[in-house]
């Protein structure tokens, strides 16, 4: 009896591990903005080579590269999408888990939008309006206080007499990350109080900027960028955080808030006049590629310049590409699969 239960636990972990090892597929996963580019791309590889089109999942970036970091293995997926750079910590924790050699991909920018729907009036915001309006606790007669701002006007009496309702991303979503540094902390340093705070307090300062409200006036959509734009054509006094792609494919429903006075256009973001973009990446797990069939081929179609160049496919996603000798860097680095150092 314990030989053949024995042999049976044997005969299953060799059909797992056969089942394994034919992974034809790719697997990516991780964030949600990259998500369309990097669909776009699998459906032009699929159609256009003999590799099967990759299977991708929206994840946000931390919970991507959570996934991405977790091992070696065709278990553990083959690329993961980000919204920001990959952390110096999440580096350390791929290479307990084997995870040693991680090629990293610039694809290209993008920026962050507030949007709103395009029957309603439009918004023109500073940061320091912003970060009042979705910082948890905000300075008041000189006292850190919860924020009591229901109104947009209370903030400032030019801005709309409607409740603040801000749909955006969950803490795992690198949108949250990039919103977080490039508006909220920004967006405080604008007010003396905030200023105030980080020279007498730098810990308590990083806590007030990066802490969002939890009354209902922020609210966490997760990771489908889709469903934002949705709820905005249903709530005419909402707006949404998401990434100028989502904008640019729905511009018949939406509309971008201007922020210090500039719009979130393509020429604006690509010329850094419009201040609140970021780069986008994908890493590549090393170990995996000539394992799983299709990852140089894909990393190939990806930069390549009838993809991610200016006159590529996916600029016509949305993508801000990357400045041409940049790009040809990149695509250099990228097809080599040279080995990230931090």
Same mark, same amino acid.
């Given at each position: ?10 005969? $299953?972990? #060799?059909? @797992?591990?056969?089942?394994?090892? +034919?992974?034809?597929?790719? *697997? &990516?996963?991780? /964030? ?37 970091? $977790?091992? #070696?293995? @065709?278990?553990?997926?083959?690329? +993961?999408?980000?919204?920001? *750079? &990959?952390?110096? /910590? ?253």
């Amino acid at each position: 009896m314990i030989r053949k239960t024995i042999a049976l636990a044997a005969f $299953a972990a #060799v059909a @797992v591990a056969g089942a394994a090892e +034919a992974r034809d597929q790719i *697997r &990516i996963v991780g /964030s949600s903005t990259v998500y369309p580019f990097a669909t776009t791309v699998a459906e032009n590889f699929g159609k256009t080579s003999s590799f099967k089109t990759p299977v991708i999942e929206s994840t946000g970036s931390g919970g991507g590269l959570k996934l991405f970091c $977790a091992g #070696v293995g @065709v278990e553990h997926p083959d690329i +993961a999408n980000a919204s920001r *750079r &990959i952390k110096k /910590s999440e580096v350390e924790t791929c290479a307990k888990n084997g995870v040693k050699e991680i090629t990293e991909v610039q694809i290209g920018f993008d920026g962050i939008v507030l949007a709103n729907t395009k029957t309603a009036p439009a918004f023109n915001l500073t940061k320091g309006q912003i970060f009042q309006a979705l910082a948890k606790e905000v300075p008041v007669d000189g006292k850190w206080v919860a924020n009591p701002y229901s109104n947009w006007s209370q903030i400032d009496a030019k801005l709309p007499n409607e409740e603040i309702e801000v749909l955006g991303p969950p803490p795992t979503s690198g949108t949250r990350d990039a919103f977080v540094e490039l508006v909220m902390e920004t967006g405080c340093l604008e007010l003396p109080a905030c200023a105030d705070l980080k020279k007498a307090d730098e810990k308590k300062f990083s806590s007030v900027f990066a802490s969002l409200r939890e009354d209902g006036r922020f609210i966490e959509a997760g990771e489908n960028d889709n469903l934002i734009v949705q709820k905005l054509q249903s709530n005419p006094t909402a707006l949404g955080i998401f990434g100028f792609s989502f904008l640019d494919q729905n511009s018949d429903k939406i509309q971008g808030s201007h922020i210090e006075g500039v719009a979130p256009t393509f020429e604006d973001i690509a010329s850094s006049k419009y201040k609140v973009s970021r780069p986008l990446f994908f890493y590549v797990k090393n170990a995996h590629v000539g394992t799983v069939p299709g990852i140089k081929e894909y990393v190939a179609e990806f930069t390549s310049e009838k993809a991610w160049g200016p006159e590529g496919y996916l600029s016509e996603k949305g993508l801000i590409p990357l400045p041409d000798a940049v790009r040809a860097d990149a695509a250099k680095k990228a097809n080599a699969f040279a080995p990230l150092t931090m």
